[in-house]
């Protein structure tokens, strides 16, 4: 029976439903876990998300993984047994979702996600974007078959967008945030991100890197960071430090770690905009106040110095998805550690 809103306030994911619907997935590989030498004080272990499922971002094993549970969820409530893995794709499940339309508000990756989970199972997909979202997302959304509207300023305003439409239209909304009455959809987006903990740990426990010391963890409202950090702090043997990092923009979960409670961070934009959040998730921020973590933060500057510091070592990405090794390069780290880092998405 599909959990409610009022059931779900808590955190408690369980990866195998993602690995296994990922695992019928033809186009899912687990991303390359690799030692490199990034002139940091100390060699890096880096997770590099920007190859996942042909997306170019971990956001990938989120959002396609929730349109999936959700087309389950209405299937079995429709009278229908529950799906295995492969009945996802059936022509019975495609004929079912075509008549469902996912819909979110995005800065890019998120909405890129979800439409092609639509696109996958045959549902519509619509997605509300600001005018500050480059044009370049608008149509890779296009051209995976989704309706793009462009709403309003700033992510703020599409946020506002994406909420009235759920209220006012039969489309289902899937935000990667999450807030009270609206939970439940964020927590499978967030449940679809613990594939990469566990990805991890399985090559860990396999001899194949060693063990990290420190995790360094970016974050907008928390949800790839609280994936990860519940799954390191539920299953990982050898126990790192963790750091979420954040733009020193938009901190947003620091401030309401340190103000106990869920806060607003207003401060201007930032060049890291899929991190540039201005209130927290609050399945993730209650998550993350469990899992023993730090808080860092970065400037825009020093992003943009370690995105130019990447690509001289062959990796292309942006200020978002680089903002772990951004923090990275300002720790102060024993010359013992093995810092580990995730790219969480390829340049835009």
Same mark, same amino acid.
Not at 13 to 23: E, F, I, K, N, V
Not at 188 to 205: K, S
Not at 248 to 253: E, F, H, N, Y
């Given at each position: 029976? +599909?959990?409610?809103? !009022?059931?779900? =306030? ?9 690995? !296994? ?32 499922? +042909? ?23 429709? *009278?229908?047994?529950?799906? $295995?893995?492969?009945?996802?794709? %059936?022509?019975?499940? #495609?004929?079912?979702? $075509? ?17 092609? *989970? ?10 509300? /974007? ?28 599409? /946020?506002? &967008? ?124 209650? !998550? ?8 860092? =933060? ?24 680089? &903002?772990?090794? =951004?923090?990275?390069?300002? &720790?102060? /780290?024993?010359?013992?550690? #093995?810092? /580990?880092?995730?790219? %969480?998405?390829?340049?835009?």
């Amino acid at each position: 029976m +599909r959990v409610t809103e !009022a059931d779900n =306030t808590e955190f408690a994911p369980d990866p195998s439903r993602p690995l !296994a619907l990922l695992g019928a997935c033809p186009v899912y590989a687990e991303t390359s876990l690799s030692m490199k030498d990034l002139g940091a004080s100390v060699p890096v272990l880096v997770k590099e998300e920007s190859e996942r499922m +042909r997306l170019g971002s971990f956001k990938a094993v989120g959002g396609t993984y929730a349109v999936a549970q959700m087309i389950h969820d209405a299937w079995v409530e429709a *009278g229908n047994d529950p799906l $295995s893995p492969e009945e996802f794709t %059936s022509d019975a499940v #495609k004929d079912f979702a $075509s008549n469902m339309t996912f819909m979110c508000a995005s800065a890019g990756n998120h909405g890129l996600s979800v439409a092609a *989970g639509a696109n996958i199972f045959c549902a519509k997909a619509r997605i509300h /974007l600001s005018e500050e979202v480059p044009e370049g997302f608008a149509e890779r959304l296009r051209g995976i078959g989704a309706e793009v509207v462009r709403s309003g300023p700033t992510y703020e305003t599409s /946020l506002d &967008a994406a909420n009235k439409d759920g209220k006012e239209t039969d489309a289902l909304l899937l935000a990667d945030g999450s807030w009270p009455g609206y939970t439940y959809r964020p927590s499978l987006v967030m449940e679809g991100y613990t594939v990469i903990a566990e990805e991890m740990r399985e090559a860990f426990e396999r001899g194949d890197q060693p063990w990290p010391t420190h995790v360094f963890l970016q974050a907008g409202v928390g949800g790839l960071a609280t994936g990860i950090a519940y799954m390191v702090r539920k299953n990982w043997s050898v126990q790192p430090e963790i750091i979420i990092v954040e733009p020193d923009r938009a901190p947003c979960l620091k401030n309401s770690h340190e103000a106990g409670k869920i806060v607003h961070a207003p401060g201007p934009v930032s060049n890291m905009g899929r991190l540039d959040c201005k209130d927290p998730s609050l399945v993730a921020f209650h !998550a993350l106040e469990k899992c023993a973590v730090s808080y860092a =933060t970065v400037t825009d500057e020093e992003a943009d110095v370690a995105v130019a510091k990447l690509k001289d070592y062959g990796i292309n990405s942006t200020p978002s998805g680089t &903002a772990g090794y =951004t923090a990275l390069l300002k &720790a102060d /780290l024993p010359s013992d550690a #093995k810092p /580990l880092v995730i790219i %969480s998405e390829g340049a835009v």
